[in-house]
């Protein structure tokens, strides 16, 4: 199985910028498609962001044109970002990253990212 890391969240002014991190880790060789989705209390969970074999990728329409998401691999451990640029207050929410296979798909644990002036 593979276990995931996020980091980078935090609080950020209206129109600043944050980079998010997943680190994935254990059978990695088995990733397709990683990404990350957003969910704010007593909403559904919305996909930002993935990328697939061939680092094809996907964007919410809400998020295109400020998000870019990327991956590299390094040390036996599978590396995704979302840099995120011209945040607004509606991007308040928790970031989960995820990876998936044919077989399985793993979760991060969450992290809080707060717009806010």
């Known amino acids: 199985q593979v276990q995931l890391v996020e980091s980078g969240g935090g609080l950020v002014q209206p129109g600043g910028s944050l980079r998010l991190s997943c680190a994935a880790s254990?059978?990695?060789?088995?990733?397709?498609?990683m990404g990350w989705y957003r969910q704010d209390p007593g909403q559904e969970r919305e996909l930002v962001a993935r990328?697939?074999?061939?680092?094809?990728?996907?964007?919410a329409d809400s998020v295109k044109g400020r998000f870019t998401i990327s991956r590299n691999t390094a040390n036996n451990t599978m590396y995704l970002y979302l840099q995120m640029n011209s945040l607004k207050p509606g991007d308040t929410a928790a970031y989960y990253c995820?990876?998936?296979?044919?077989?399985?798909?793993?979760w991060g644990q969450g992290i809080q990212v707060t717009v806010s002036s």
């Open positions: 254990g059978s990695i060789f088995n990733i397709d498609t």
């Open positions: 990328i697939s074999t061939g680092d094809d990728t996907n964007y």
């Open positions: 995820y990876a998936a296979a044919a077989a399985w798909k793993a």
